[in-house]
């Protein structure tokens, strides 16, 4: 059983910067691809960035694409979104999750596919 622990989120102005970071426990990490997912109030869970378990292949939303970053440290067990240049529509609950894979470079922008989630951790981006 794995455990996803987000933190970062906060309140920033249009414009600005957040790291979010989510650390993971009870399992081997680098056999987990990861992603981030996020959701609105009354809008579905969405998909974010996604990064493969070795090599760091990555995948993004076509909305973020430019300004997020995500990434990984294996030997910390732990995967990080940095998000630049925020605009109020990434207002959102953002979620890490994990997804058991054999494939290094196997990546999933599915919900559905994905065998663990953290509890999320709120950004607000004020206009």
């Known amino acids: 059983q794995v455990q996803l622990v987000e933190s970062g989120g906060g309140l920033v102005q249009a414009g600005g910067s957040l790291r979010l970071s989510c650390a993971a426990s009870?399992?081997?990490?680098?056999?987990?691809?990861m992603g981030w997912f996020r959701q609105a109030p009354g809008k579905e869970r969405e998909f974010v960035a996604a990064?493969?378990?070795?090599?760091?292949?990555?995948r993004y939303a076509d909305s973020v694409k430019g300004r997020f970053t995500i990434s990984r440290d294996n030997a910390k067990s732990t995967v990080y979104l940095q998000m630049d240049s925020l605009i109020p529509e990434d207002t959102a609950n953002y979620y890490c999750?994990?997804?058991?894979?054999?494939?290094?470079?196997?990546?999933?922008?599915?919900?559905?596919?994905?065998?663990?989630w953290g509890q999320g951790t709120q950004v607000t981006v004020s206009a």
């Open positions: 999750a994990a997804i058991r894979t054999g494939g290094i470079t196997a990546t999933s922008t599915s919900a559905p596919e994905y065998d663990y």
């Open positions: 009870g399992g081997t990490f680098s056999t987990y691809a």
């Open positions: 990064i493969s378990r070795m090599i760091s292949r990555t």
